[in-house]
Every structure is written in C-alpha cells, then in structure tokens.
C-alpha cells in the first residue's frame, strides 16, 4: 500500500494519469487507513461486456476505472473498504452525469477481490472473471 503511495500516486497525479484520494483518521492525520485511484477507462467493446449489459448499447462504451483500492492490513475488515468503495462510485457517476461515461470498471488482482467487488453489484466479464462493472443505471439514486 505505501510503496504505490510514495512512489507512484503523486506521479500520476501530476501526468493527470490518475487521481488518488486517501483515508484517514482525523485523530491521527499523518496516518493513512487506505486510498483509491481512479482513471479514465476509454471506450471499451460492448462484445467483451456481459450479455445481459451489451443489448442495446453501442459498438463501444466509455467508462471508468477504480484502478487501485487498499485499505491499510490492520484495518481490514472494519468497512473501510466499502466506504471507500461508495465513494468512489460516487465521485465517478457524478462525473458521467456531466460528460457522460457507461459504467464503473475495476481489475480485481485475484479472485478474492473479485468477490468482493460483486458483493457490490459488480459482474464479471465472461471472458475475464477479474474484470467486472457496473453501470452507473444500475446504482440507485
């Protein structure tokens, strides 16, 4: 978790690469609970989409990836992972409402992540199980 922190966030941060925001505590603000980045995902097949997702769309659909999330070891498992989550949903859907964009994407590093994120509503790509979406017409408002 630090090393991407200290290494590579501010980055791509500068190269406008991606955006990462961080948790933490207020009684301890040097200290980060866990952080999320977020990217552009540009226009992705309809064909590579779930079936049940590709109907009535168009040959390409743009969208968003959450490129990174980590919560800190000793703090798994307390729900920060979900808020961060939520917020991260969040902040990209209102981006889509003002210059468009179809879903959520996130490239899960191993199965266990995958279940995670399809706890939330994620579905996994057919031909790739660590690559799931979510359509922002799917979050409830």
Known sequence: MNLFLQATAGQHQRKLISKT????????PTEVM????????????????????????????PGFTLARLAIREDLKGQGHGEYLLFHAIDRVARVAGEVGGYAAFVDAKDEKAAA?????????????????CLPFAAIPK
């Open 34 to 61: 866990g952080y999320y980045s977020l990217a552009v995902r540009g226009m992705v097949p309809k064909d590579e989409l779930p079936p049940q997702m590709a109907k009535r769309l168009p040959r390409e659909v």
């Open 21 to 28: 925001y961080v948790l933490i505590d207020d009684a301890a």
């Open 116 to 132: 995670f994120y399809r706890k939330y509503g994620f579905t996994a790509f057919p031909d790739d199980p660590l690559t799931l």
